[in-house]
């Protein structure tokens, strides 16, 4: 394989974990953390299986058929691509109202500065990265190193909690205590909604395509949930070892009392410098993700879709700035998309089995029964969630 393609898969593949470790990540992890404490990797366990078979699937129709997922679905059936773009593109808004917010108090956090402006700072950011002329490589290449440092930041952190790691890697795998909304929540902010399409729609701008590169592809989906996974159960046990210390976290910024209690003064700044690593390639991934559905409807939308993704910036930061810092959004979304996921998943599904839309490509039976299995797990959860 070439250079060239191998950074594409890497990019792809990090553009998708960033896009998913965003302020929301970091604060459902905490809260459902103190929730269920040790047994909370049991429901992260269970998130990395149902992602890697949602990214298997839509990855490799995506790949294969050459084509974007709602012009799939228009193909399927006329109109549902719209339905489909507007789920999508609804979604990825309201998580980019929240990125800003998150990305203007990591500033804040960081520098003391007001976090209106810090979000300002951070939307011209964003922007700046669509502003060159190798956009898509630029993307590539702030989503790795992000996400590197995101890496480094949480194992920091993890290192000095001292969690109690035999305990919580045990009841990873035998839990004591199970909740369907935190596992539902999880799965919607790791893959659902527009997250699910970014890695495999920025392949597709790559020109990565065909049967031909199907375990490439493969690979790249697995490294990007890898990643993702990295950080949720670093920044579980972080918050383990905060609590059984009895030190309290904080209701209203659950993750920032994690830095502090575990690095002290310092913390803070860690904590800032993390909300705004994680909350800026959001942005970037929410904005490039949710375009990419709008630009194949019209020829317009396709030459202008980078001057669209700066517009798509703007605007949240507009909503932002004039509403506030959205309470329960964060929270709120994810559980959204968790709704979202399993009619995009069943939508590809459905598409990977005429041959119409993917020629000669025979889908791997078991990962249509896995990705079925998914789509019902997945509205069972939801129907038990809002129930309760």
Same mark, same amino acid.
């Given at each position: 394989?070439?250079?060239?393609?191998?950074?594409?898969?890497?990019? #792809?593949?990090?553009?998708?974990?960033?896009?998913?470790?965003?302020?929301?990540?970091?604060?459902?992890?905490?809260?459902? %953390?103190?929730?269920?404490?040790?047994?909370?990797?049991?429901?992260?366990?269970?998130?990395?299986? &149902?992602?890697?078979?949602?990214?298997?699937?839509?990855?490799?129709?995506?790949?294969?058929?050459?084509?974007?997922?709602?012009?799939?679905?228009?193909?399927?059936?006329?109109?549902?691509?719209?339905?489909? $773009?507007?789920?999508?593109?609804?979604?990825?808004? #309201?998580?980019? @109202?929240?990125?800003? =917010?998150?990305?203007?108090?990591?500033?804040?956090?960081? %520098?003391?500065?007001?976090?209106?402006?810090?979000?300002?700072?951070?939307? *011209?950011?964003?922007?700046?990265?669509?502003?060159?002329?190798?956009?898509?490589?630029?993307?590539?290449?702030?989503?790795?190193?992000?996400?590197?440092?995101? &890496?480094?930041?949480?194992?920091?952190?993890?290192?000095?909690?001292?969690?109690?790691?035999?305990?919580?890697?045990?009841?990873?795998?035998?839990?004591?205590?199970?909740?369907?909304?935190?596992?539902?929540?999880?799965?919607?902010?790791?893959?659902?909604?527009?997250?699910?399409? =970014?890695? =495999?729609?920025?392949?597709?701008?790559?020109?990565?395509?065909?049967?031909?590169?199907?375990?490439?592809?493969?690979?790249?989906?697995?490294?990007? &949930?890898?990643? %993702?996974?990295?950080?949720?159960?670093?920044?579980?046990?972080?918050?383990?070892?905060?609590?059984?210390?009895?030190?309290?976290?904080?209701?209203?910024?659950? #993750?920032?009392?994690?830095?502090?209690?575990?690095?002290?003064?310092?913390?803070?700044?860690?904590?800032?410098?993390? @909300?705004? $690593?994680?909350?800026?390639?959001?942005?970037?991934?929410?904005?490039?993700?949710?375009?990419?559905?709008?630009?194949?409807?019209?020829?317009?939308?396709?030459?202008?879709?980078?001057?669209?993704?700066?517009?798509?910036?703007?605007?949240?930061?507009?909503?932002?700035?004039?509403?506030?810092?959205?309470?329960? @959004?964060?929270?709120?979304?994810?559980?959204?998309?968790?709704?979202?996921?399993?009619?995009?998943? $069943?939508?590809?599904? &459905?598409?990977?089995?005429?041959?119409?839309?993917?020629?000669?490509?025979?889908?791997?039976? $078991?990962?249509?029964?896995?990705?079925?299995?998914?789509?019902?797990?997945?509205?069972?959860?939801?129907?038990? *969630?809002?129930?309760?």
């Amino acid at each position: 394989m070439s250079s060239k393609s191998s950074k594409a898969l890497l990019g #792809a593949a990090f553009l998708m974990a960033t896009s998913a470790v965003g302020p929301g990540f970091l604060t459902q992890t905490t809260v459902f %953390t103190e929730q269920l404490m040790t047994s909370f990797g049991f429901i992260i366990l269970l998130s990395i299986i &149902i992602d890697l078979c949602v990214q298997y699937n839509i990855w490799q129709v995506i790949t294969v058929s050459g084509k974007r997922a709602q012009d799939l679905a228009n193909e399927l059936f006329p109109g549902l691509g719209y339905f489909l $773009a507007l789920l999508i593109v609804v979604g990825g808004l #309201a998580f980019n @109202i929240g990125n800003v =917010a998150g990305a203007g108090l990591g500033i804040e956090a960081m %520098t003391g500065v007001p976090v209106q402006t810090g979000a300002v700072v951070s939307a *011209g950011v964003a922007i700046t990265v669509f502003l060159f002329k190798e956009a898509g490589k630029v993307m590539d290449t702030f989503a790795k190193i992000l996400g590197f440092l995101m &890496i480094l930041l949480i194992l920091y952190i993890a290192f000095t909690s001292h969690p109690p790691l035999g305990e919580a890697i045990t009841h990873t795998f035998f839990p004591q205590k199970f909740d369907p909304i935190a596992t539902l929540t999880l799965v919607g902010g790791t893959v659902g909604g527009y997250i699910s399409f =970014a890695g =495999a729609h920025r392949l597709l701008d790559s020109g990565v395509r065909g049967e031909s590169s199907l375990s490439q592809v493969n690979k790249s989906a697995s490294t990007g &949930i890898l990643v %993702t996974a990295i950080i949720r159960y670093l920044l579980f046990l972080a918050t383990l070892g905060i609590l059984l210390a009895s030190a309290k976290i904080n209701p209203g910024n659950p #993750a920032a009392s994690v830095f502090e209690n575990a690095a002290g003064g310092f913390g803070k700044q860690l904590f800032g410098l993390m @909300i705004w $690593a994680a909350a800026i390639t959001s942005v970037v991934g929410a904005a490039y993700t949710s375009i990419s559905f709008l630009r194949s409807f019209h020829p317009f939308l396709d030459k202008y879709h980078t001057y669209l993704t700066i517009v798509f910036i703007l605007i949240s930061t507009v909503v932002f700035l004039l509403v506030g810092r959205p309470v329960r @959004i964060l929270i709120f979304v994810g559980t959204l998309n968790g709704f979202v996921l399993p009619i995009a998943l $069943a939508i590809i599904l &459905i598409a990977s089995r005429k041959s119409r839309l993917v020629g000669s490509y025979k889908h791997p039976l $078991a990962l249509q029964v896995a990705g079925w299995v998914v789509v019902g797990v997945l509205i069972g959860m939801g129907v038990l *969630g809002l129930n309760g």
